[in-house]
């Protein structure tokens, strides 16, 4: 079928954009960090089933000892640290400038592809950069009385926002590694195992991201807290559906996007969900939209397209 990587990263931009509307209300309502443990165990047990019924198995099969390694450092990376900012960010921040901060993921795959495997920093990637965090600043920055710029959302949701475009960023890289070792662990004729290889590299990094957040739970001493939140039934249904859009559906569909399609028409695709988030987030969460913040996460999506020239 002719553009279907595009139309799968259209789908994961669609995906995202509901995964965070929900994860705003669930991480309001339950916690960030109750909602991410609820979330990470009910990926592990979608990924699990689906592993189950395609492959027999429900976990990865012939996932050798480089592929874990590299996956649960992109688990630990991109979820733990990641997720746990972009979902403090929505508490703070909403999930609209949220998803704004997460432009960031591509300049900072890029940075730290270019320091880890070598690969080429080019003068197009270095203009996206410029041009996304100009489109950030547009969106996010105000002149005060002195005519000194200043920000208008709180610093701490700012800093979380930040943190979560740089760990999604840098757990890309990881992932992108360690699907290689993984893709090549695989036997030769295991048609299957190769087509559900997104699903199983997802499962593995949920494996990390549900561990790590049970570790901080436990270690922040908040596990009566989950008796309260799975009792919060719309707390709870936000989190079922931020479950299914996001790392089961979104997550693993963005791994399959560039399965079938170049790397930065995909990474492009999958970087609208700023502009898509803008008319749910005013209507549903009655949220003011300026025109200059529209105009900044339109700028912040032509940054990323950069990349990819």
């Known amino acids: ?25 669930g991480s309001k309502r339950l916690g960030s960090l109750q909602m991410n443990v609820i979330r990470m165990l009910l990926s592990l047990l979608m990924l699990g089933a689906t592993l189950w019924w395609f492959t027999g198995s429900p976990y990865p099969l012939y996932a050798d000892g480089q592929a874990w390694l590299w996956l649960s450092l992109s688990g630990f990376v991109g979820y733990l640290l990641g997720d746990y900012c972009l979902f403090n960010s929505y508490i703070w921040i909403g999930s609209r400038f949220g998803q704004l901060f997460m432009t960031l993921a591509p300049p900072t795959a890029a940075l730290f592809g270019w320091i880890l495997l ?57 992932s992108k590694v360690g699907m290689n070792y993984y893709e090549m662990s695989i036997p030769v004729g295991e048609e299957m195992v190769t087509d559900l290889l997104p699903f199983a590299s997802t499962f593995i990094r949920a494996v990390t991201g549900a561990v790590g957040f049970l570790c901080l739970m436990g270690f922040q001493k908040q596990f009566h807290t989950l008796a309260t939140s799975v009792r919060d039934f719309k707390g709870m249904n936000a989190a079922v559906w931020a479950t299914i859009t996001g790392p089961f559906i979104g ?45 900044g996460a339109c700028i912040s999506v032509a940054g990323v397209s950069l990349f990819f020239i």
Do not use: D, R
Not at 1 to 25: D, H, P, R
Not at 252 to 264: D, I, K
């Open 1 to 25: 079928m002719q553009y279907i990587g595009e139309i799968i990263s259209l789908v994961v931009a669609f995906s995202w954009t509901i995964t965070a509307l929900f994860a705003e209300v």
């Open 118 to 174: 070598g690969e080429t920093l080019a003068w197009n990637a270095l203009l996206g950069m410029l041009v996304t965090l100009t489109g950030i600043g547009i969106s996010v920055l105000n002149k005060g009385t002195s005519n000194k710029l200043s920000l208008k959302l709180p610093l701490k949701g700012v800093l979380f926002g930040i943190g979560a475009g740089v760990g999604q960023g840098v757990g890309l890289v990881l």
């Open 251 to 295: 997550v693993s569909l963005s791994l399959m996007a560039v399965q079938y399609t170049e790397a930065g028409i995909a990474s492009t695709l999958m970087a609208l969900t700023p502009v898509f988030i803008i008319w749910p987030a005013h209507f549903f969460f009655g949220q003011k939209v300026t025109f200059k913040e529209v105009i």
